[in-house]
């Protein structure tokens, strides 16, 4: 009875050592995939926090502007039926995709900034990869009908009403939307769907595809090279026709008589000029920045440029140095300053 108590205890002992040990592998694993659906924005937490808290106010501050300048931009071109032609009806839209295209990244980093919570699940992650391209398309297009409008109009002004229809316009918005929209879905979900079983720190702060990149434990040349090659050719060709556009309306412009006229002519595209030189010039400066470790800063700074400062100069731009834009103010603040001052007497 001795000898089979103790055979009992040892299948017992052996019984519970190896029932516990494939649930403590479990709960690892477990562990180890629920550890996996989440990344970590770096952001600028190497920057001391004092600099933290005032970048915290200057991202802000020019997010305020950029909400409230694009916003009365918009509302400005609904209400005043001056402002009702082609021109500002891409320039309704252009606004419009400032505010979303600024609210993909900036949000998140003041609250990252505030709260100090770097976590972002790989969904939203993947989600702000796709929306940040797929505005940034849909500008570079966007531009490109703006352009194009400018162009009509100092080109062949007797012709601009007959050219720049009602429906033209609202294809040409269309295709900028549409492109935006279609052109990352196949990048960003070839890049969700690859096994990231290695570092969770993206050193950026937002999910910029270049930096998820470097997380996967595969190698992913061979979705780099396809994002490279569809980011390059479908902003490549809106740039060049861009380009194009400006080239005809400076020489159309150099072959004008009059002085007057020709500072006329150029002031109706000197705005939407410097808009494109800001967006694009952003762009270009990205491109050509040296690739590795080093220059991780520099692309984060310049990335504030682009994500932030552009978005700001549209309504700024707009409104300081376009008269009717002015005028249309004027006319929307007046009546309120005249109620305002009859209250006060």
Known sequence: HFSLSICKFQLLSMEIFFVRKPDTRNSMAVKNQTSLREFILLGFSHVPDVLQGWLFVGVGAAYMVILLGNSLIIFIALVDAALHTPMYFFLRNLSFLEICYASVTIP????????????????????????????GISECFLLLAMAYDRCIAICCPLRYTLIMSRSLCLQMVAVSWAAGFVTPSFTVIMASMLPFCGPREINHFFCDLTAVLKLPCIDTGLIEITALISASTISMIPFVLTITSYVYV?????????ITGRKKAFSTCSSHLIVVSTFYGALIIMYVAPSGNQSLDFN??????????????????????????????RRAIGPIHGAMKDRVH
Do not use: D
């Open 300 to 329: 984060k700074v310049f990335s504030l440029l682009y994500t932030v400062v552009t978005p700001m100069f549209n309504p700024i731009v707009y409104s300081l140095r376009n008269q009717e834009v002015k005028n249309a103010l």
């Open 250 to 258: 400076i020489l159309t412009i150099l072959k004008m008589p009059s």
């Open 108 to 135: 998140r980093m003041l609250f990252n900034l505030l709260v100090g919570s770097k976590a972002i699940s790989i969904l939203s992650c993947a989600a702000q990869m796709y929306f940040f391209h797929s505005f």
